[in-house]
Each structure stands twice: as structure tokens, then as C-alpha cells.
């Protein structure tokens, strides 16, 4: 009863409250006034919803990106045994270090959640499974062979040479590599070109595959050396300077793995904003016994007596240089990086202070000039300095430095930091990054050597 009474109640004061309890609306003229109302509501109504409709921001999602170019890629489907199995056994790929934290995240490393979304402890010797990953989710791969117009070999030949150094049996340290290049040669998609639309990628130099049997060396194998090989194109993070026809140099993997161009931006900003109190600096080891390292501890020990050199020296056991932060603050504080020899001719370091905005000082022209001609400017003035110590013994790097005006400084660096996109290598996940990175570039320079090559032939 009370509940009856309670509506018969909230209803009654409702009906007032609208003006439809005592006093009704009976003539004619009313109901046309309300009907007025109404109209002139919902037609204010509809003007404001399609105003919102057509000029609101609207929520548009990461699209996948399209495949603009005039090229496309198709992956070789390997048998295991060639990359992915290599993985299984990871502590044992390289001598040295345990490479089982360096293959995750397709071989980014782990995460380094300090520096952002984008970092990660990645190895410098991992590109062929950065590269594999990349290419797998790249917008222009294709998986029909006939549309396809490069075709790529995810043969993992980097990691098991380093597995393999110290096998002194030469059969079976290049065991591998012969079954792989057997396999090979006998695939429909082979044989359409003998190879010369092929090409493979290794995180590795090319000295560590191309022993020969008058020159014995440590841990190498042949498979550079063999013929079929030849034929195709081969990324290597260093290249053979005189004897590598058909091999195109592509940059160390640094730390830094964005996968949109905001992030890529921000960085790039930052680098331009950096406070750069030390002229300039050295990040590595020092060397002995070797005639190409007596220029290295030349460099240090100059470093070392300028107050306007910042050293960060690295060596065996824990150090700040094993740390990515360590050594991007040391470059980042620099305005010049000494990116001279060691064990070969390049170095990670030299893509490690690019990244952080820091000009790169070369002391021997196959350290960069001679290698990464896909990547950098033809002229090598309008981003590095290069000193010939071999010549000239007496060369006072901080004298020299010091010589270069303040102007021309600031345009070098303007460049280095605009070359950080065609450097890095994307994070693997990411189709739409906005901006051309190591792959893209190097597909698109491959591309452009296959469809020439092919022509010509």
C-alpha cells in the first residue's frame, strides 16, 4: 500500500512540476506552440551532432604501413638447423659470453625500462636476427616467390662461426656452412639467377668467413670463399675492404629501438639540446702487440693528458662500458668521439656516438668511409674529422680539435643527428614507424644493386 500511495505521490508531483496536473492543454493553439518547441529542439539538436561528426578530432589507429617501394622480399623458409635450432644451445654461440640474454626479444636484448620503451642491452654482433625479425613483419615482404624481386636467407652464419672458434678441425667447422650453400643451389628460386637476387645478413666481420687454406686463421670458415656465395649480395657489419665485391657493409646494432618516429624525434631533439662540456672523448681498451693497435693506445694516452678529454676505459671483468647509460652519457657530454682500430677496422662505437650526437674522429679510412657507403654522406667532411697518424706521428688531436671553428662544429653535428633514423635499427614489432631505418635502406640499395645487376646480365 505505502508503495502505491508513494508513486501515486512522486507522480503527482512530477505532473505538476511539468505543468500537466491541474491545468490541461485543451485548444489548438497549444498544442501548435509545443509542436514549434519540439521542432526548433531537434532541429538544434542535429545541427550540433553533425557539426561534431564533421569537425571533431577523430581517433585514428597505427595503421599498417603500406610497402612504397618498388621492390619486394620473400623469406627463404631454411630448415631449422640453419637458424632457429642454432638458438637452443645459446650459452655455447659465443667463446666468450653467454649470448642467451642477447637472442631474446629477436635479439634486441633485454629491456632497459630505466631509459625508456625504447632501449635495450642488445649485442653488437646480433644484426642477422634483428634483420631476420625485421624483414618477417618489413610492409614489403611478400610470401609468393614469382612477385618477388630479393630473397632473403635468414642463415644464421654469424652466430655458429663465433660457436665454432675454437674447433680445430676444419671440416668440421665449416660443416655447416657447406651443407647450408649444398642446400641452397639446389632451390627452384636459385637457379632462376644462380643467386644473384639473393643475400644474407651476419652480425659478424667478413674476416671471420673467409679463411683459405695458405692462410690459416683463428675460428674463421670458408664460407665467403665459396663460389656460389659470390653470386650473392652479403650484409656484414664489416666488410673485406679489397676482396669483398659482394659484400656492402651495414651498421652495428646500437641500444636504441624506436618503433614510432615520435620517439625517434624526441631523441633526435634531445641530442640537438645536449650540454657538451668536454671537446672530446674516448670509449675502449687499450691494445697491445699488434701493429694496427699502436695507433689505439697513441689515442688514449692523448686523451689521457688533455684536461679536455673524458676517457671511460673498458676492459675485462665489470665496467661501466658492459652499461649502455654509462657510455651514451660519456658521448652524449662530448663534442667529438675518437673511434680509432682495435682488433679490426670498425667499431659499434662508432654508431654508439652518432646516436648520442657526438662527431666522429676516424683514424683509418676503413673504419667507416670504405664501409657504410649505403649510410653515410659521400662526403665524409660534413660529418667526421679524420686524422692519418700513420703519416704523421706528430698529430696533437686536441690542437687539432681545437682548430675547427665553432660554426662548422654545429653543422656537423646538425648532420650526424640527422643521420640517426638510416642508423638505427627499428624495434621488429613495428609496421609503422615513419621514418627509414637500417633496413629500409639497406633493402632499398640492394634493390637497386640487383635490378642493375640483373639488366646488365
Given at each position: 500500500m505505502w508503495r502505491k500511495n508513494h508513486h501515486k505521490i512522486i507522480t503527482k508531483e512530477k505532473d505538476e512540476e511539468y505543468g500537466l496536473g491541474k491545468k490541461q492543454i485543451t485548444s489548438l493553439k497549444d498544442i501548435q506552440l509545443h509542436l514549434k518547441v519540439l521542432v526548433l529542439f531537434a532541429t538544434s539538436f542535429m545541427i550540433w551532432f553533425l557539426f561534431l561528426l564533421g569537425f571533431s578530432p577523430k581517433r585514428i589507429s597505427n595503421p599498417i604501413q603500406e610497402c612504397k617501394e618498388n621492390f619486394?622480399?620473400?623469406?627463404?623458409?631454411?630448415?631449422?638447423?640453419?637458424?632457429?635450432?642454432?638458438?637452443?644451445?645459446?650459452?655455447?654461440?659465443?667463446?666468450?659470453?653467454?649470448?642467451?640474454?642477447?637472442?631474446?626479444?629477436?635479439?634486441?636484448?633485454?629491456?632497459?625500462?630505466?631509459?625508456?620503451?625504447?632501449?635495450?642491452t642488445t649485442h653488437q654482433l646480433i644484426a642477422e636476427l634483428i634483420i631476420h625479425a625485421r624483414i618477417q613483419n618489413h610492409p614489403c615482404r611478400t610470401k609468393d616467390a614469382d612477385k618477388s624481386t630479393l630473397f632473403y636467407v635468414p642463415f644464421y652464419g654469424g652466430l655458429h662461426a663465433s660457436s665454432k672458434f675454437r674447433e680445430p678441425n676444419y671440416t668440421v667447422r665449416d660443416s655447416l656452412a657447406v651443407e647450408f650453400v649444398?642446400?641452397?643451389?639446389?632451390?627452384?628460386?636459385?637457379?632462376?639467377?644462380?643467386?644473384?637476387?639473393?643475400?644474407?645478413?651476419?652480425?659478424?666481420?667478413?674476416?671471420?668467413?673467409?679463411?683459405?687454406?695458405?692462410?690459416?686463421?683463428?675460428?674463421?670458415?670458408?664460407?665467403?670463399?665459396?663460389?656460389?656465395?659470390?653470386?650473392?649480395?652479403?650484409?656484414?657489419?664489416?666488410?673485406?675492404?679489397?676482396?669483398?665485391?659482394?659484400?656492402?657493409?651495414?651498421?652495428?646494432?646500437?641500444?636504441?629501438?624506436?618503433?614510432?618516429?615520435?620517439?625517434?624525434?624526441?631523441?633526435?631533439?634531445?641530442?640537438?639540446?645536449?650540454?657538451?662540456?668536454?671537446?672530446?672523448?674516448?670509449?675502449?681498451?687499450?691494445?697491445?702487440?699488434?701493429?694496427?693497435?699502436?695507433?689505439?693506445?697513441?689515442?688514449?694516452?692523448q686523451c689521457e693528458e688533455s684536461r679536455k678529454c673524458l676517457i671511460l676505459k673498458c676492459g675485462h671483468g665489470p665496467s661501466k662500458c658492459h652499461k649502455p647509460k654509462e657510455v651514451l652519457k660519456v658521448m652524449m657530454r662530448s663534442n667529438?668521439?675518437?673511434?680509432?682500430?682495435?682488433?679490426?677496422?670498425?667499431?659499434?662505437?662508432?654508431?654508439?656516438?652518432?646516436?648520442?650526437?657526438?662527431?666522429?674522429?676516424?683514424?683509418?679510412?676503413?673504419t667507416a668511409y670504405s664501409q657504410y657507403q649505403w649510410f653515410l654522406p659521400s662526403d665524409p667532411t660534413t660529418y667526421s674529422v679524420y686524422f692519418d697518424l700513420e703519416r704523421n706521428h706528430s698529430i696533437r688531436i686536441e690542437e687539432e680539435l681545437l682548430k675547427i671553428p665553432v660554426e662548422e662544429v654545429e653543422r656537423m653535428r646538425r648532420t650526424v643527428i640527422e643521420l640517426i633514423p638510416r642508423l638505427t635499427y627499428a624495434h621488429p614489432n613495428s609496421t609503422s614507424y615513419g621514418f627509414r631505418d637500417a633496413v629500409d635502406v639497406s633493402l632499398k640499395a640492394l634493390s637497386d644493386h640487383v635490378s642493375s645487376l640483373l639488366k646488365a646480365s
Open positions: 619486394s622480399v620473400y623469406i627463404y623458409n631454411l630448415p631449422s638447423k640453419y637458424n632457429f635450432d642454432l638458438l637452443r644451445d645459446c650459452s655455447s654461440l659465443n667463446i666468450y659470453t653467454d649470448m642467451c640474454p642477447h637472442v631474446t626479444n629477436n635479439g634486441l636484448g633485454k629491456p632497459l625500462p630505466e631509459m625508456g620503451p625504447s632501449w635495450f649444398e642446400y641452397i643451389q639446389e632451390q627452384k628460386w636459385w637457379k632462376k639467377s644462380s643467386g644473384r637476387d639473393h643475400f644474407m645478413a651476419f652480425g659478424r666481420t667478413a674476416w671471420d668467413f673467409m679463411r683459405t687454406d695458405e692462410v690459416p686463421d683463428f675460428g674463421a670458415n670458408k664460407l665467403l670463399n665459396m663460389s656460389p656465395v659470390q653470386n650473392m649480395s652479403v650484409l656484414l657489419v664489416e666488410r673485406h675492404p679489397w676482396e669483398g665485391r659482394n659484400q656492402y657493409g651495414i651498421p652495428y646494432p646500437s641500444y636504441f629501438h624506436p618503433s614510432t618516429s615520435s620517439e625517434m624525434l624526441e631523441w633526435q631533439n634531445n641530442m640537438s639540446y645536449m650540454d657538451r662540456i668536454h671537446l672530446f672523448s674516448f670509449v675502449g681498451a687499450p691494445r697491445t702487440g699488434k701493429k694496427k693497435v699502436v695507433a689505439r693506445d697513441r689515442v688514449i694516452k667529438f668521439c675518437l673511434q680509432v682500430l682495435g682488433d679490426s677496422y670498425t667499431r659499434r662505437s662508432t654508431f654508439d656516438s652518432m646516436l648520442a650526437g657526438c662527431i666522429p674522429v676516424f683514424f683509418s679510412n676503413h
